[in-house]
């Protein structure tokens, strides 16, 4: 297998844009969030809020107690999705690319949950502005992912003695 200077598996050009797009990903997520966290209530965020505020309530106008609970509630969420797009990011940058499979169940898996999860409930509120945002971001992690597996699968195919090995010793 060859091996880039630093020791790291060789990526064709394929898997290193498909590498870059997911790190690019996770790193805007993180700045969302902290968009989201600390500056939904203002004018960058209206838009949406407008719209979530119609599917739930019906209007746009809304008392202070709503406002009140909408403010704390984005924070958490934006904490969260901070939370999410740092562990996806560490997956990203440093397993995935050693060629660890591992890391890209992980990163499928946690953002399935999510996306499944948080689209259903959406849904379910009428909330389509959410489903929209999920339907991204499940995209700009699918598609790299989805990018990656053939050069995942390769690293595979060259150690299944190993492997074999390795379930003789521990049985």
């Keep these: 297998m060859a091996t880039a200077s630093a020791g790291l ?3 064709p050009k ?3 844009i498909a590498h870059a797009l997911l790190l690019f990903g996770f790193a805007a997520q993180v700045v969302l969030g902290h968009a989201v966290a600390f500056g939904l209530d203002g004018p960058l965020f209206a838009w949406h809020q407008d719209r979530v505020a119609l ?3 019906g ?3 809304y008392g202070i107690e709503v406002s009140a609970y909408r403010g704390w509630i984005q924070a958490v969420f934006g904490g969260t999705l901070i939370s999410y797009a740092w562990a996806m990011l560490f997956l990203t940058a440093v397993p995935l690319r050693r060629r660890e499979a591992w ?3 992980a990163i ?3 953002t399935l949950n999510w996306v499944v999860v948080d689209t259903a409930i959406s849904s379910a509120h009428g909330v389509w502005i959410n489903v929209a945002f999920n339907a ?3 995209t700009s992690t699918a598609v790299p992912l ?3 597996i053939p050069w995942l699968r390769a690293r595979d195919a060259m150690q299944p003695q190993a492997s074999a090995d390795a379930l003789q010793l521990a049985g």
């Design 9 to 11: 598996p060789h990526q």
């Design 14 to 16: 394929l898997v290193r």
């Design 55 to 57: 599917a739930l309530w």
């Design 59 to 61: 209007t746009a106008d």
């Design 103 to 105: 890391a890209a169940w």
């Design 108 to 110: 499928a898996i946690a």
């Design 136 to 138: 991204v971001a499940l």
């Design 146 to 148: 989805g990018l990656m």
